[in-house]
């Protein structure tokens, strides 16, 4: 069978939507969709009661059977004919994930978690899931229009290969353009070119241009269908990224960058990204195949 889409389920709104995308592209990918609720019993300040409180532990399974309907009830009317499964698991969430993601096709999780607090789901689970998971993590984060383009970042490594594979492999499947950007800052030109008080700023475009370039090569070759808009910038990684990023349907970077240049490393431009993209932001480890 092929790998599953698997969404992590909280009980919030953001994760109903979550589970609408996540059936959308199960139905693309021509893949079974599986939805997974993850908690832990609270014994901490009270072991007892929940030691000898059997009602409590129903009840947290109640509620997450329950948060499960939902988001299955959710992807079933975004696709009525979506394979879906629902699983509940006692584990921390990142960890079911993570565990999760060893055999899923991606991992898709909302961006806030029950009660609406801004960054919760991200801050506990997302960065956790993208640092070490082993599949791409989409984050969702509210309904997006799917008519816009597809946009990857290309910080000219070999380690962003996957990234920039996973982008043209969505763009096609979506049959939407793709915009590929490229961006560099002081630091590295610094450490690469010279003193920015003396470097050939038209040089450094130049030499930006042709890794572009580079790395898009082979990929257009094998999605010949896929039109392609190359964007090269000199700016901050995550600024370039979210001004690119606006009217996209998605946004696609690796986790990794550039040798050890910390504007393309996760916790700087991807977790930026986790928290602040307003499309659906796909982080995608180096270690994975490619498609």
């Not at 960890?95 to 978690?113: C, D, F, K, N, P």
């Not at 946009?151 to 070999?158: C, F, H, L, Q």
């Not at 990794?256 to 240049?261: M, P």
Request: charged share 20%; proline share 6%; hydrophobic share 45%.
């Amino acid at each position: 069978m092929s790998a599953p889409i698997v969404v992590g389920v909280d009980g919030s709104a953001s994760a109903v939507t979550a589970a609408a995308w996540a059936a959308r592209e199960a139905a693309r990918l021509r893949v079974p969709l599986r939805l997974v609720h993850a908690y832990l019993l609270p014994a901490q300040g009270y072991p007892e009661l929940v030691v000898n409180g059997p009602e409590v532990r129903e009840a947290f399974e109640q509620q997450g059977l329950q948060w499960l309907q939902e988001a299955a009830e959710a992807a079933r009317m975004a696709v009525p004919n979506v394979e879906v499964e629902t699983v509940l698991v006692v584990d921390r969430p990142a960890a079911a994930l993570i565990t999760e993601s060893r055999r899923a096709r991606m991992i898709v999780l909302g961006s806030q978690g029950l009660g609406g607090f801004s960054g919760l789901l991200v801050g506990s689970v997302a960065v956790a899931v993208s640092a070490h998971g082993h599949s791409p993590v989409v984050v969702v984060r509210e309904p997006v229009d799917e008519r816009g383009p597809v946009v990857v970042g290309v910080d000219g490594s070999p380690v962003s290969e996957q990234a920039v594979a996973f982008a043209f492999e969505e763009a096609s499947l979506r049959g939407a353009p793709l915009t590929a950007v490229i961006a560099w800052t002081d630091v590295l030109v610094d450490s690469v070119y010279g003193s920015r008080f003396t470097v050939d700023w038209s040089q450094v475009e130049d030499e930006q241009r042709r890794i572009l370039a580079e790395r898009l090569a082979g990929w257009q070759e094998k999605y010949p269908d896929v039109e392609v808009t190359r964007v090269v910038l000199r700016d901050r990684p995550v600024r370039a990224l979210l001004t690119a990023a606006v009217g996209a349907q998605l946004l696609v970077v690796g986790s990794h960058g550039h040798g050890g240049f910390a504007g393309m490393v996760l916790g700087s431009t991807s977790q930026g990204l986790v928290y602040h993209a307003t499309c659906p932001l796909a982080v995608v480890r180096p270690t994975q195949d490619q498609p």
